[in-house]
């Protein structure tokens, strides 16, 4: 083993304008290393360095958390070609060699990981590099950090035993602030570090700088399993076995002095997709102080009159990276003495908004094609378009208390809480939340992830806060100074104004501002072009959008309609590029409180005329509704689902009724008040069920009560032969739910048809309709090609299907779900409701539709689960063949864009519509 | 089509010696066609005539119920050869021709369908068959009975029109039986039944003989589907499409005089197996009269003395006619004027206790082979000899007060009912009934199958009653004429005292004793020889079985188990022969009144420590539960399951503590009491579940609390070193309830082997023990590949994979699972909680059992569903290669049998496991 996978080669080396990798490698190098490594070969000045691949790290786990043997000596070799390049020398007292330890996978994960700077310090080699920097207090500040960073990161002591120990240190010489310590206070610092490191690991700090390098390493592979990488992978889910790469590379130092500096910063606007140069840039310091927000940094554009020269190279270099990689990048770069050192460049990540924005832009700008710019766009982060955005009108209600830089576009409005254990639990109980922070760590993703918005009082555009908030398409304002946050009280104070947890707080992403109260919203750009409540041409985003959808509509296959029950909905589907009705509730139109008494009366009814005379009653709002929908959907299918939930749902619950008799007959009441509540409780009683999601509903109500589905189809053909008559087009879907076995399916349609023929007969019009089913209860997948006989559309209700296939009731499934998806027990990849189960529900969609249109070739078959605008699972419907899917409407976009990718996808797979097995097996055995 | 059918052969002759066809062709011609047709062959004396095919059946019924023209020049031919060979011409005054119009089916199907005599008869030929047999009364008589029968099959006149002119008529002459009326009476009733036909029918009685033979042929045809025929093959499994054939036969007359008779009769007893002549007969009557129950028939003994010549010359055709079929015939004679005719021969049915005796005597006697005496016996109908007899002890008590005919054997006790819709309903809503009629008809089949025993006044060992009751295996007794029966006023007297509606009855098929009172019953011979109460020495009924049991265990290669929670049941399941436990439920051994308070406090406890607290004290309970369980089952595999159902079936129901509260509150109550009850209903509402079938059990449960699983294996295991170190082999097989992913098997796993190590290396012994899981949840057999990456068997728990594959809970499904199976709807061909539905859910343990052994070559796979002991579902475990079926121990002789069923199937098919698909469509193309 160890002698064939000896030669392969482990580690890749960058600088002096040669690289082993490039920027096709991130699998392997990780974005860092394939970052750095196309930089270096494109003559960009990157200091050198090397990469030790992401097989590593599988090996590393393999291997049960142990560094593989056979890669060491490649590291130490191309560790003697850094020492070679930059002529300095690894743990040489008289030139010291530093470098940083970098994790990187193929997906970014901002902060998610480990880091460490300096490393190659120690007693001996900090005097040298004092000396190399002819600055004592520099080389003597870089140790203390080094030893704080390397002791929590690898020996895992606790940070604040070290703030602990730099509290006390300026407690005792009178000052306030770290720049403030003296050479002798920070030399005396690193003595306390050195305690404190002895008293928490239960060993010295490392000494040997080759044991520092082996430990730091070991400890970035480790970090790929840490809780909040883990957490962070889940949110987007990335797999976890892409493992990370870890990149070793020379330090070069922005706080050596003023003359020095270090910054982040985008080629575009990520929150708006401006094209404009955006970032921040910190003198005298080191990278870690720009991103963790505890400076405020200066935007970069001052930098121009700071280092103009490096100011000009980096807006050169950047450029030239953008062409060459057709993307926004996100670069980071360190200016040492004047000297401008690119230190990373990746593609930047974007809000929803900027992301249509930049492709809409690109494609003008002939970067890229309108293919590559539908490519670009997530659907997930597309949703963001069609958020709401705070009503003009109303906003003028509110004062501005505060303004910070607008990191996120977006308007958020919630209870404020300050800290993310808060934030999460209080969504959980159904609260709207805003997070306050003075400035927010990798631990409080979830927290951020569970708030409608985020604010912070310090950190600039390229914060923890504002990168991750750009990420989740979060409105987030950062930096916002005028706030003071207390965590530990759990209040923030804003012109002399407190706000405790649970006041009401608002923000507004895109402008910055922050607004005390609860601002209300109004729908976005989008739904206002839509309704012709906002003229086009005043709404760049609208633009934007409009010409996006546009060439996805031309590249997607799969056809996408909504659910909706009322003529209102269906106009807004239709807005948003609905292509019919997927789902028609029709027990929606029973709950009206016109019709509810009418519906209990069929439920009381003892007879089946008694049931007929009240559902002669309900015939008419019916054939209204349907009416009013056929109209409105112009022609469109309109897919109508027969009454499907059990009866019992139509009357009051059966314990209140129980404890109102217990209580009644406690007080002695009687009468006939009382007399008719016992009735009802008594049918209550009759209708009772222990399981309703598996009892008498859905087409067994049908079997049962014919009169139902016969009413449901003549008030349908009624409507549809009046549309005919007045000659608008029309077609009616009539969907049979619950359907296991052919025979059901039969029966009802053998209902629906002759309804059909007699109101058509009567009328002396023809109307085209077809007669299908739900696919929800697995048994129906396993008999599709039965039911195919006589169906002639499929539409698989993934909500039902889900729960049977699993076993999941999703009322219920809240007891244990949570656990299951947590990263403590990580039993499920992910919510089996939101996303589709490929592996088993997916599985019987796969063989339904193989095998209903094996009966049927031209079997139409969709989708009108929830999951229906889901992106993952509008890709998979289109993988697996499925004609269309359906969704709400506001999901339409959305699953419009989802459809055009799967095209994108299946072209990248080489035009198969379902992933081969093999070549997935064969990607893995690849790597 | 018609020229290309129109050579085709649909009419089978025979007659003289000759027939077109023999008794392999029962598919074509029906049993009773085949049967005449070998005797025929044979050179028995058959009456000769003719059979049309079950192929022109189905062309009846494709063509609208109309008779296929094509086939009509065929029937006509052929009636002309019975002309010409009975010398008689069909219609002619002088010389007619009668022929009888009869049914047959493959598959017997007693009194369903229809039957017509005396086919021929009109105005003018009644003379000359008045003449032939030189007497006229017998010749009108003939005439009235053709004209009632035929008009009430064909033209659907009641059968109470014609009953209410006889009484008229009757009353009219002053006389009570039909044989007091005279010559001219039966002219004369001649003339009222034709009125008869003409008001109710609205039209003539037709004279045309050859319009008579078309409506009975097609009358015939459309008997197939009368309402009782569909039922009755509902109950006996019978497929729809089989068709029936149509006999028509030259008759031959049981009532020309004393000198002629008729009868029914069986080569053995068809009640008890005993080797002798069985059967009954009248002289001077038509078939009808013996099995219509209407006179009570003579023992055929008697027929010794009656028609000497005639009966050695039956129990010589019948002797030979057992030999050539090698097996106890059912057959009907005539004997006219001293001259014997065959008119049937079939094989007999039988009760259980028949078969039993019938086939292992069969081998002794050297006339089949052990394989083909197994094959004999129906398992269902084996169940019958596990069936319990009345308590010798106790019966003493209760005074005999009636004595009929020992029809079909067993004990019965239950509430008398007098009709058969009563004893449905009765049944339905839980009662016991035992069905008391003056005789039965075939429109009471349902409610004989409803009832726990019948009983007859009137009719003999081959009435209806008799023959339905031993096919069912019904306890019946009847032509018990001291009971009269007034159905009328639903009551019975006997001896001077009254039996009304509900009154307890008990009746003994065996002795043909009725006893008043609820006789109580002790188990059967076979378990109480199990027991060591009786010696095998004294029942004849145990050798039987045990001969059969062990040439079945020679055959099968399917495992069979028990379900099993307690020693005492474990015992009898070994007794039974169970090779194992395939189900042991841990939290039946949580209802005990000293353990229920100690898990309701485990539950009601907040903290993982209160649990363990609680699981503590009942971890001696569960270790002792299981050491006798492995003691008992000595090395046998044990199955145990972790616990299962959800947590609220141990606390009492949410709505009695809603109602109390409310109560409580409104009588003003407090107090620790009350606050006790508050915080249990806290802890109910927190545990109530929308639908607990798809909630917190199972798996979850244990994931959720791992502290019950752990206690859970604690005891197996440490129960099982217990067994090890007293040397005592032991074989624990822990299964895992409720897996839909492969992680939650992993998760469980984990803990039960962390707990298998710790107790074995701390006890210092090892135990073989496997880890497995239930296969209940759909998507654990779409994904059961993987699931048997840790799976070590599969289990399927069919209960609920049959309720989660059809969304049925089976809690509810009454609501409208019996529509579903009934004849309205015919939605469902079966009940899937009875019989495993092989389509969908099997085609799930199909994809299970091969995709698991797929990954794992050698995992062993069972059902350990209710489904495990039902012979069809025994039977298609077999054919997908399971290993065993576990099913109660009172099942196991009858899976046992099922299971050396399933392979002699198996070689008549030709070997193959599984049906292949092509054989049954080719078979489909072939019909």
Not at 118 to 138: C, K, M, Q, S
Not at 380 to 395: G, N
Not at 413 to 420: H, I, L, R, S
Not at 741 to 753: D, M, T, Y
């Amino acid at each position: 083993m160890a002698a064939k996978t000896g030669r392969k080669k482990w580690v890749y080396w960058f600088g002096d304008g040669k690289a082993d990798g490039n920027s096709t490698m991130r699998d392997l190098l990780g974005g860092k290393g394939a970052g750095v490594a196309e930089m270096t070969s494109a003559g960009i000045p990157v200091p050198p360095g090397f990469t030790i691949t992401t097989e590593v790290c599988a090996r590393f786990y393999e291997n049960g958390r142990r560094f593989p043997q056979d890669a060491e000596p490649q590291m130490w070799d191309t560790l003697a070609r850094i020492e070679k390049s930059t002529g300095m020398s690894f743990g040489d007292p008289s030139n010291p060699l530093l470098v940083s330890v970098r994790s990187g996978s193929k997906f970014s994960m901002p902060g998610m990981m480990d880091t460490i700077l300096n490393l190659g310090l120690n007693d001996r080699t900090v005097e040298g590099h004092a000396r190399r920097a002819n600055n004592p207090r520099f080389a003597w500040d870089c140790y203390r950090r080094f030893i704080s960073m390397y002791s929590s990161v690898v020996l895992e002591v606790e940070k604040e035993a070290f703030e602990k120990a730099i509290r006390a240190r300026k407690a005792a010489r009178g000052v306030t602030l770290d720049t403030e310590l003296t050479l002798e206070d920070l030399q005396g610092l690193v003595g306390d570090f050195k305690s404190v490191v002895r008293e928490h690991a239960g060993k010295d700090f490392p000494q040997d700088v080759k044991a520092q390098l082996r430990g730091a390493r070991d400890a970035v592979f480790r970090s790929w399993n840490n809780e909040r990488a883990i957490a962070y992978r889940r949110m987007y889910r990335i797999s976890d076995a892409l493992g990370t790469a870890v990149t070793v590379q020379s330090m070069v130092f922005g706080n050596t002095g003023p003359r020095s500096a270090t910054g982040v910063g985008f080629t575009r606007d990520p929150g708006t997709g401006e094209k404009k140069f955006y970032g921040e840039f910190l003198t005298n310091a080191q990278g870690e102080d720009v991103v963790a927000g505890i400076r405020t940094p200066r935007p970069i554009s001052e930098l121009e009159t700071e280092l103009p020269a490096a100011f000009r190279q980096l807006r050169e270099i950047t450029a030239r990276l953008e062409k060459h990689y057709r993307d926004v990048q996100d670069f980071e770069f360190t200016i040492q003495d004047e000297k401008l050192y690119m230190l990373q460049t990746r593609s930047g990540k974007r809000t929803g908004h900027a992301a249509v924005k930049i492709a809409v832009d690109m494609v003008a700008e002939k970067l890229i094609t309108p293919r590559e710019a539908v490519g670009r766009v997530e659907p997930a982060m597309f949703e963001q378009l069609l958020h709401p955005v705070f009503d003009p009108a109303r906003r003028k209600e509110f004062a501005v208390v505060a303004k910070g830089l607008n990191a996120s576009p977006g308007a958020a409005a919630g209870k404020a809480v300050f800290d993310a254990p808060t934030a999460e639990a209080w969504k959980a109980r159904g609260e709207r939340v805003l997070l306050i922070r003075a400035e927010t760590c990798p631990d409080d993703i979830k927290g951020m992830a569970a708030a409608a918005g985020v604010l912070t009082s310090t950190g600039g555009r390229t914060s923890h806060a504002a990168v991750v908030g750009r990420q989740m398409g979060k409105p987030s304002v950062v930096g916002c100074a005028a706030i003071h946050v207390n965590e530990e009280l759990k209040q923030a104070t804003v012109e002399g104004r407190t706000i405790r947890e649970g006041d009401p707080v608002s923000l507004d992403g895109t402008t910055g501002e922050v607004m005390l109260g609860d601002v209300p919203t109004r729908d976005s750009d989008i739904l206002e072009v839509m309704r012709g409540r906002l003229d086009p041409a005043e709404s760049p985003t609208y633009r934007a959008f409009a010409q996006l959808m546009k060439w996805a509509d031309g590249i997607r296959r799969l056809k996408v309609r909504a659910n909706a029950d009322i003529p209102r909905d269906a106009e807004a589907a239709i807005a948003l590029g609905a292509e019919g009705i997927g789902l028609c509730r029709t027990e929606h139109m029973f709950f009206a409180p016109e019709r509810l008494p009418i519906v209990q009366e069929m439920i009381m009814a003892t007879s089946e005329e008694g049931r007929r005379a009240a559902l002669d009653r309900l015939l008419g709002f019916q054939r209204d509704d349907f009416y009013g929908l056929f109209k409105t959907m112009a022609g469109r299918p309109v897919t109508i689902r027969t009454l499907d939930p059990p009866l019992h749902e139509f009357l009051p619950k059966r314990e209140d009724l129980m404890v109102e008799m217990a209580e009644a007959k406690a007080k002695g009441l009687e009468g006939p008040a009382v007399e008719q509540r016992r009735a009802l409780l008594h049918r209550v009683e009759q209708l009772h069920e222990f399981n309703p999601m598996l009892g008498l509903r859905g087409c067994r109500l049908g079997i049962l009560y014919p009169e139902i589905t016969e009413m449901q189809a003549r008030a349908i053909f009624e409507a549809a032969v009046r549309c005919a008559k007045e000659k608008k087009a029309v077609l009616p879907e009539v969907m049979i739910p619950l359907v296991g076995h052919v025979n059901e399916l039969r029966h009802q349609a053998a209902v629906v048809r002759r309804v059909a023929d007699e109101v058509m007969k009567k009328a002396g019009v023809r109307v085209k309709y077809l007669v299908g089913t739900m696919i929800e209860v697995p048994r129906a997948a396993l008999v599709a090609g039965e039911i195919a006989q006589e169906a002639e559309f499929f539409s698989f209700g993934t909500n039902d299907l889900t729960q049977m296939t699993f076993g999941f009731s999703r009322d219920d499934a809240g007891k244990f779900l949570p656990l299951y998806i947590s990263d403590q027990t990580k039993v499920l990849p992910e919510d089996p409701f939101v996303t589709v189960d490929k592996a088993g529900v997916g599985r019987l969609m796969t063989m339904a539709t193989t095998e209903g249109r094996g009966t049927r070739a031209d079997l139409k078959c969709g989708i009108c689960g929830e999951h229906g605008g889901e992106p993952e699972t509008v890709v998979f419907c289109h993988d697996i063949g499925l004609n269309y899917v359906s969704c709400s409407p506001y999901r339409v976009p959305v699953a419009r864009l989802a459809a055009a990718h799967a095209v994108l996808r299946e072209e990248a797979r080489g035009g198969s519509r379902t992933p081969a097995k093999k070549s997935k097996a064969r990607r893995k055995k690849g790597r």
